[in-house]
């Protein structure tokens, strides 16, 4: 039952399709042409000879009759006339031929005893006459032959059909051989040409439905190609939307069959290429993981013992070897530098793997700017224009982890003064950090969120770890808000950052994709009132 | 060295050698007094022996892990636990304030940060002066630095009583998380939240008569919480 639904449902779905797409070019209508075009010549030809010999029959068949009765009643009746008839004579004999079985009309020519040409007519004077027999049949009838081994007579019988207002005629005529008179006759053909319009109006109605049955058949036949064609059509536009599942389901044994299975091959040799891709990114990602996790363990205990290093060159500066200062202080600032690199990484790694969290709280976005610049001592070399009272919920961890590294970013790229300006568009926060510097280079602007990417080649250690900006990104993203870069028309790189105001529903969404924690931190207690 | 000054004992627990020698080297030099553990068994058999007035514990360890040794010492005593977790994965923080954690730092920390999240946690025990007060059933004593409700002691942690205190003394007016993370953890600007969050809701769970329904420690949506007095 549902197969058959599913079935109508794809038909009709291809049926608009091809509507839609219907242009002389398409293998419907071609198919369709073709068909209708080997259907129209078969059904013409066969018709046009079939006419042809049934014409000929027909006619051929009348007129034998009607010729052999001529020239009986011509020898009967006008050779029993006297060499000279009278007018009288003449006009009975005439009257006498037509009124035979075959009712043709009768001209009888002759010369009288006075040597005046008289006509014996069958039809009275309105009725058949001289000028109504071609001239070219006249003179053949009238034109004495030479008498040889082959030709025995001098006179004989000529026939022509000529067409008078519209009705076909048989016209012939004679000669009574040893003198006697000319003998034309008029046989309308009408009754045969009736037959034969009826024959051809038969044949056009079968060629038309010829037509119609091919144009049908043709369809029938575009629609069994088409149907397969369509259905590798959208199963490819699946397969490019990333269902790399798609098969299609292969009958038959022809050629559309092959193209199927040929697709499916295809699909699950992608498939499979795609999936060792993933798992080697896979792998990647887990190893720079487990890397950062392994790196941590001796870092801990270092940085531990650094600090203990650090206080020991604070404390009691001169106690320590002058040799060895130095060293302590390298180790100590490089230890440093170590920790932001594998915190960084972690963080990068927690992105990839899809497991960083939002931890949303209602925080003051001007405090949290203030604070942020005032923790890193940064108040003598940020300008803030902030609007007060500009409350967003979002995660005030990754919102400190963005500024920092924006402002941190100017102020080592473009130099200070750099602004800070927070402004509110509908739902979301706008954060600008513009500063000084001599801007970012065109070509350098698209890079300038890629990881480890070095502006030249010639800066080979940058004091970031080369993710700064990289991660402020993805911090944007995770609270569904961006961060462009630009060049200020005044000088100087713009970021604008855009946070909405309120995240709480894409962690909503997130939590769950992503780990049950079982309970709502997020949301605690709103059973209150 | 000679005053009355009393020094902290802590009990550090951590698998890790390395991390163990250089925190004990470490918070030794900040005037701590430091027993160490290398597993959870003997972190809570050590314990038993002495009592220290603080535990820094390691959540990834061999045997008993961290969040369940944190459980298991909840159950009788309300001993102030600073978790050290190597994951700063959220799930992870989760589960530690769950288990009954104080506060968490994350690997790997600088001595400054630990020296003064255990100097926070530890003076959230110290009595402050005056008077008590009273909301419904619940009566907090400043003095003693008790709680009764219904005549019956509360055992509450430092971090919990001084959660309670900080509210108690502004009744009725709503404080935010950010607000609290200074008054009760004195966390910088970036304080985590949830620290807030799983504090009130183990303070729910000891306080209101239904902590499914709190009556005392209400939401503020949007903002904080706030102590109210029961009509």
């Avoid at chain 1, 051989?177 to 319009?197: F, H, R, V, W």
């Amino acid at each position: 039952m549902t197969d058959t639904q599913g079935g109508l449902r794809g038909w009709s779905a291809g049926r608009r399709g091809s509507l839609s797409r219907l242009r002389f070019t398409s293998l419907r209508l071609r198919l369709v042409l073709v068909f209708g075009l080997v259907a129209l010549t078969a059904a013409v030809s066969a018709s046009g000879i079939a006419y042809w010999l049934n014409r000929e029959a027909v006619l051929t068949r009348a007129q034998d009759a009607v010729l052999r009765d001529f020239r009986q009643e011509m020898q009967n009746r006008a050779g029993a006339l006297p060499e000279h008839p009278t007018q009288d004579q003449l006009q009975r004999a005439a009257s006498q031929m037509a009124a035979s079985s075959q009712r043709f009309s009768v001209l009888l020519v002759a010369q009288d005893a006075d040597g005046k040409t008289v006509y014996g007519n069958s039809g009275g004077i309105n009725g058949f006459a001289l000028e109504d027999v071609p001239k070219t049949l006249r003179a053949a009838v009238t034109r004495r032959q030479e008498v040889s081994d082959t030709n025995k007579e001098p006179y004989h019988l000529y026939w022509q059909r000529v067409t008078e207002d519209g009705t076909p005629y048989l016209v012939a005529g004679t000669r009574v051989i040893g003198g006697g008179p000319t003998g034309y006759m008029a046989k309308s053909l009408e009754p045969e040409a009736k037959d034969l319009n009826s024959l051809a109006w038969s044949l056009g109605i079968a060629t038309g439905l010829a037509l119609i049955g091919a144009a049908l058949l043709a369809q029938a036949a575009a629609t069994t190609v088409l149907k397969p064609v369509h259905r590798l059509g959208v199963a490819a536009r699946r397969l490019g939307e990333g269902k790399l599942d798609t098969r299609l389901q292969v009958s038959g044994t022809d050629e559309l069959a092959d193209l199927s299975r040929t697709f499916n091959n295809a699909a699950e040799a992608l498939e499979q290429r795609v999936a060792e891709m993933a798992a080697r990114d896979d792998a990647s990602r887990r190893f720079v993981a487990d890397m950062s996790h392994e790196l941590r363990t001796p870092l801990t205990a270092i940085t531990a013992v650094t600090e203990v290093l650090e206080e020991e060159l604070e404390a009691e500066t001169g106690s320590m070897d002058p040799m060895i200062e130095p060293a302590v202080r390298l180790v100590v600032s490089e230890t440093r530098r170590l920790n932001d690199l594998v915190e960084n990484l972690m963080e990068v790694t927690r992105f990839d793997a899809g497991t960083a969290r939002l931890v949303l709280d209602d925080v003051d976005v001007a405090d949290q700017i203030t604070a942020c610049i005032d923790a890193r001592a940064w108040l003598d070399a940020v300008e803030l224009d902030v609007e007060r009272g500009l409350h967003a919920r979002l995660d005030p961890r990754r919102l400190d982890v963005i500024l920092a590294n924006l402002i941190g970013n100017a102020l080592k790229h473009g130099g200070s003064p750099v602004r800070v300006s927070v402004r509110q568009a509908d739902d979301s926060v706008v954060i600008q950090v513009r500063d000084h510097g001599p801007g970012i280079p065109e070509d350098v602007l698209p890079h300038v969120f890629d990881r480890f990417y070095k502006a030249s080649a010639s800066r080979p250690r940058s004091e970031g770890s080369g993710l700064g900006l990289s991660i402020a990104l993805e911090n944007a993203h995770i609270h569904g808000g961006e961060i462009t870069a630009a060049n200020s028309p005044e000088g100087g790189a713009v970021f604008t950052l855009r946070l909405p105001r309120d995240a709480s529903e894409l962690t909503e969404e997130n939590g769950e994709g992503g780990r049950d924690t079982k309970t709502d931190q997020h949301r605690p207690g709103e059973e209150g009132s | 060295m000679g005053q009355n000054v009393r020094v902290p004992s802590l009990l550090l627990i951590e698998d890790d050698d390395a991390i163990r020698t250089a925190l004990e080297l470490s918070l030794t030099r900040q005037g701590h007094r430091v027993a160490t553990a290398a597993s959870g068994e003997d972190g809570l058999k050590l314990l038993r022996e002495q009592r220290p007035d603080l535990i820094v514990l390691d959540v990834m360890l061999p045997g008993i892990d961290g969040f369940e040794v944190c459980r298991r010492i909840r159950r009788t005593d309300q001993l102030p636990i600073i978790l050290l977790t190597a994951r700063s994965d959220d799930i992870d923080v989760v589960v530690g304030l769950e288990s009954g954690a104080d506060d968490y730092v994350v690997k790997p920390v600088q001595g400054r940060v630990l020296d003064a999240r255990i100097r926070a946690v530890l003076r959230r025990g110290e009595r402050e002066s005056s008077d008590s007060a009273t909301f419904g059933s619940l009566v907090i004593d400043r003095s003693a630095m008790t709680v009764t409700k219904n005549g019956e002691d509360l055992q509450l942690t430092p971090t919990e009583l001084r959660l309670l205190l900080e509210l108690s003394r502004r009744p009725g007016q709503a404080l935010s998380r950010q607000q609290l993370l200074r008054l009760v953890w004195e966390h910088d600007y970036l304080g985590d939240s949830r620290l807030v969050d799983a504090c009130v809701q183990r303070l729910r769970a000891k306080v209101e008569d239904v902590p499914s329904s709190p009556t005392l420690i209400r939401t503020v949506r949007g903002v904080g919480y706030r102590l109210d007095t029961p009509q």
